[in-house]
């Protein structure tokens, strides 16, 4: 719990070699190489760079403070290469080609290391001092003080001005003070870099780094501020526990005496030394063995290949496999070309383990619920005849988790698979455990956790054939066994334009034109016309809709127009003293066009009734019929009706 007091030492350059120093202040530079039987490896950061004259010649030098790794000596290689800048982002990327690695052979370009993972890099003043902010620097003691600040001057960026003015103190703390919005995790070391100037020299100003609130401190040191811009750099080693916010204070106290003293802060960086001395989280491109490459998107990649984080092609573009498109959160379901069937839990959306319940926190892949368990739990993944058909295949099972730090115990069936270490308490990891599937007596295939170390969060199961997870593809509940290959998008449009689609694909899985007009919902029901016209699986409603005689067609009008039926009879249609017969005929018209002059398109059926109308005498069918004079005793009526 202490400054850690590292050693500096002075490279100098042959001035018969007739190299160039191109290092600057700031650089993180490394030299690494295989001597027999030991590696030798120094990570420095530069702290001063100047030239000596030996002799008749110029040596252009470097001095670097060790921070990691062996101590340079004489007669060693002592090439050193910068592989980033504390505060310099122009400085910032290198080409790293390695053979002696491990996971090597492969090519990196690496990036931002030193900005992309920092503590503390104020680019803007107005902060203030217990609130933390990253990205303002702040003073402690304001209303004793101004402060102004500056993007840059000639040798320096990102100035902060601190100035007395002529309020009285008293017994007030005067500095600068960053309160830092992540806390470092313990045991670690930071490196506090940063350039200085003041009004006066001064000598003995303390800087140390603790608790927010100055009841434990980390570290101290005590640095020595003269009239033209210094550069510092102080290692701080951090031991007490992650939970307790922590600050920079540099108490300028003693500096800022008088009306007018001030002191200026620029270029200033806090970061881990762990986060510069490997590249995993900068890595922006990688060509040869990609395992070990970890992506926030696609997490721990493995085998040969090429990796990019910005990849531009034209011309000729072709594509085996699969083409996922997914945003900063892992959530790869936005965009998908590729294998229809790949993640085979039944219904990975509701991500139903026994015991749990539904919370309303967000799931880190933008689709589906999040459950939370405290005991021993079940996910249904797959029926007992799928297991029977894939026992002894490779599947990989991931899931995202959140909650209490520990290990969780992975079972499929009763088989034990292995355990999972939970290390991330307040945010979502994705976790991962590859299997053979085994036979099981169980009614279906389950994954269990078990020995849970507290409360979990989960979210998002994906089970997959291999043993390296790929990007999230939701299930519903029901699956396409099939080997075919597809596409598939869940957001944006078709037509019109981007931002503004004719066709839309909505964040809740439906489907809708640009004004809602036509909208097809999860559930498949739907409507046109804003409503007026709606569907379900077995029924069609309208509602408040006119249709006008004049806005029918022709044929549509010729077919809805009104049919008439006239009973003709060559022998008239009374019976007189039961002496004749009754033929009758039903003739049909529409528009005044007879219709169905052959009487096969139309039934006909004709009903004699008693004197009364009470009840059916006789009944005859046809569009042409004989009532014979002996059907009727007296008197009776006629009637004819026409279906289709």
């Known amino acids: 719990m202490s400054k850690f007091n590292y050693p500096s030492f002075k490279i100098l350059i042959d001035p018969q070699s007739k190299k160039t120093q191109g290092l600057r202040i700031g650089d993180v530079v490394r030299r690494q190489y295989f001597d027999h039987p030991k590696l030798i490896y120094s990570l420095m950061v530069v702290t001063e760079t100047g030239v000596d ?39 910032s990327g290198a080409l790293y080609l390695t053979a002696s690695d491990a996971e090597a052979p492969y090519m990196d370009v690496i990036d931002g290391m030193a900005v992309e993972k920092s503590l503390c890099y104020p680019y803007m003043g107005g902060g203030e001092a ?39 103190a008293g017994n007030k703390v005067l500095g600068m003070k960053q309160s830092l919005e992540k ?41 020595d501020i003269g009239t033209e811009w210094q550069y510092k750099l102080s290692l701080i080693s951090v031991d007490y526990p992650v939970r307790y916010q922590r600050s920079l204070l540099l108490d300028l106290t003693a500096l800022l005496t008088s ?54 092609a034209t011309r000729n573009v072709n594509i085996a496999g699969t083409l996922t ?37 967000l799931t880190p892949v933008g689709i589906g619920d999040v459950r939370q368990m405290g005991s021993d739990t079940r996910l249904k993944v797959q029926s007992n005849e799928w297991r029977d058909s894939h026992t002894d295949k490779k599947y990989c099972f991931s899931i995202w988790i959140k909650g209490t730090s520990g290990n969780v115990s992975v079972y499929q069936d009763e088989h034990f698979i292995q355990d999972i270490e939970v290390d991330c308490e307040n945010e979502w990891k994705r976790y991962r455990v590859a299997f053979t599937v085994k036979t099981s007596l169980q009614p279906e295939l389950s994954v269990w956790f078990k020995n849970l170390p507290g409360s979990l969060m989960v979210s998002a199961p994906q089970l997959e054939a291999g043993a390296t997870p790929s990007q999230y593809q939701p299930t519903d509940g029901t699956l396409a066994y099939t080997e075919d290959y597809g596409a598939w998008f869940n957001k944006g449009g078709i037509g019109g334009t981007i931002q503004n689609p004719l066709l839309k694909l909505n964040e809740d899985g439906s489907i809708s034109s640009r004004d809602r007009s036509f909208v097809i919902n999860p559930d498949g029901t739907g409507h046109f016309a804003s409503g007026r016209f709606t569907w379900t699986k077995d029924t069609i409603t309208l509602q408040d809709i006119t249709i006008k005689w004049e806005d029918l067609s022709e044929e549509a009008q010729e077919n809805l127009s009104p049919v008439t039926l006239d009973i003709v ?15 009758a005929t039903a003739v049909l018209y529409r528009n005044g066009k007879e219709l169905d002059t052959d009487g096969t398109e139309y039934i006909y059926t004709w009903k004699l009734w008693n004197a009364m109308g009470t009840a059916v005498m006789r009944t005859y069918t046809g569009k042409s019929i004989v009532v014979s004079k002996t059907d009727i005793t007296s008197k009776g009526a006629l009637t004819c009706e026409v279906s289709a």
């Open 53 to 91: 004259v030996i002799g008749q010649g110029e040596s252009a030098y470097f001095i670097g403070a060790l921070i990691e790794g062996d101590e340079p000596k004489s007669g060693e290689l002592l090439d050193f290469v910068r592989v980033t800048n504390l505060f310099d982002t122009a400085r």
């Open 130 to 168: 217990d609130v933390p902010n990253m990205n303002k620097y702040a003073c402690i003691g304001a209303d004793c003080l101004e402060t102004s600040y500056q993007i840059s001057s000639e040798e320096a960026s990102r100035i902060f001005r601190i100035t007395r003015n002529k309020v009285n």
């Open 183 to 223: 806390c470092p995790e313990h045991p670690a070391r930071l490196l506090i870099s940063y350039k200085i100037r003041a009004s006066k020299v001064m000598a003995g100003i303390p800087l140390s780094f603790g608790y927010t609130d100055g009841t434990e401190m980390d570290g101290n040191d005590r640095i």
């Open 259 to 312: 009306e007018g003293d001030w002191c200026e802060i620029a270029d200033l960086n806090i970061i881990r030394q762990s986060d510069i001395s490997t590249f995993a989280g900068a890595t922006k491109a990688r060509v040869g063995k990609i395992k070990g490459v970890v992506d926030p998107i696609f997490g721990v990649l493995e085998g040969y290949g090429a990796y990019f984080q910005n990849l531009y």
């Open 325 to 361: 498109a997914g945003d900063e959160n892992g959530f790869s379901s936005t965009f998908y070309v590729g294998k229809i069937h790949k993640n085979v839990i039944l219904n990975s959306i509701a991500c139903e383990f026994s015991d749990s319940q539904v919370v309303s926190e």
């Open 569 to 583: 009879s060559r022998s008239g249609l009374v019976v007189k003293n039961n002496s004749n017969d009754v033929d």
